[in-house]
């Protein structure tokens, strides 16, 4: 290459950087922030990109997203989307309860997007499902309203268990709603139900060992982001204790889990992708109505039932979504 024609091209390279730099900046910049990790989440979040898609946008073609993943340390969650919050986002996409519950209480101006298991007037995210009003916007799966029924539904499968474990991470704010309802229904049912508490990976072990101390004959996991991190460790535990246990995502079945039942949170992503996109096309939060993942899906695994010497009864069998052989 001739030297002017390097210079010339060079000149030109230094030219385009601002010229870059600024049409970088003048894209929208969404904040994506998850009190979990990355694993476990491949499916939710490429559902969340479907639906920014949906609405016509794609990342690092006419937006940017900044992710912040708390890793299950949920009191790191306010610095984080302080963060994001100093670094002028568009809108805050909070993927996960206790990830909005922090956002809420960080900023009444900047839009925010949820995805929760809870209920969001429960939660107080929202005053009403049709009209948020406020910045606060997003789509629900309801699994903590489905969690009474995954006790059943162990119990069914378990119709002789009279005693039953629950893990809960009780740093969710949906710990304390899922074990008022669970206890309800233990009640109904004439079983025993004992609290396990589980915030840390470390902290398993010892809960499969008090599972064992008590003669807990089965496990209801409880809902939390955490534990969808670390499905696949819960499921290979379950299996090592010999502990029939239902937990709300088929990732758990699919592991080695026995049994899930809840509702589609990818679908939930999707929308919330969906609803950024609307947002950012001028639409504000108040105004889009929470939408509601009403379709659950029951997942069986035959294998982990012949290896835990589990008889599925043919009623259970045949409402199954899945069976897995």
């Not at 606060?136 to 378990?158: D, S, Y």
């Not at 599972?211 to 089965?218: R, S």
Request: glycine share 8%; charged share 20%.
């Amino acid at each position: 290459m001739r030297r002017r024609d390097f210079i010339a091209g060079a000149g030109a390279a230094a030219l385009l950087g601002p010229v870059r730099a600024r049409a970088q900046r003048s894209m929208p910049l969404v904040g994506f922030v998850n009190a979990a990790s990355p694993e476990g989440y491949q499916r939710p979040l490429a559902a969340f990109l479907k639906g920014l898609g949906e609405a016509g946008y794609e990342d690092r073609r006419n937006l940017a997203i900044e992710y912040r993943w708390a890793n299950g340390q949920y009191d790191r969650l306010p610095a984080l989307i302080d963060d994001l919050i100093q670094r002028k986002v568009a809108v805050i996409a909070a993927t996960s309860t206790p990830a909005v519950v922090a956002a809420r209480k960080a900023t009444n101006t900047v839009p925010i997007v949820f995805t929760t298991s809870g209920d969001p007037i429960q939660l107080q995210l929202v005053t009403s499902l049709s009209r948020p009003g406020g910045n606060v916007t997003g789509a629900t799966q309801l699994n903590v309203e489905a969690a009474p029924k995954r006790l059943e539904l162990l119990h069914e499968a378990l119709p002789k268990a009279k005693r039953f474990g629950l893990l809960v991470n009780p740093t969710n704010p949906l710990a304390s709603p899922v074990k008022k309802d669970l206890s309800a229904a233990a009640t109904s049912l004439g079983v025993e139900l004992h609290v396990l508490e589980a915030k840390a990976e470390q902290d398993f072990a010892a809960v499969f060992d008090a599972l064992a101390a008590l003669k807990a004959e089965a496990l209801v996991i409880g809902t939390d982001v955490f534990f969808n991190s670390h499905s696949e460790d819960l499921a290979a535990l379950t299996i090592r204790y010999r502990v029939p246990a239902i937990y709300q995502y088929p990732d758990f079945t699919a592991a080695g889990g026995l049994m899930s039942y809840g509702g589609n949170v990818a679908e939930s992503y999707r929308l919330a992708g969906l609803y950024v996109g609307r947002i950012l096309k001028g639409e504000r939060a108040g105004d889009l109505p929470v939408q509601e993942v009403t379709k659950v899906e029951l997942i069986i695994n035959l294998k982990t039932a012949k290896a835990l010497g589990v008889t599925f009864p043919l009623s259970l069998l045949g409402r199954a979504d899945e069976v897995i052989e």
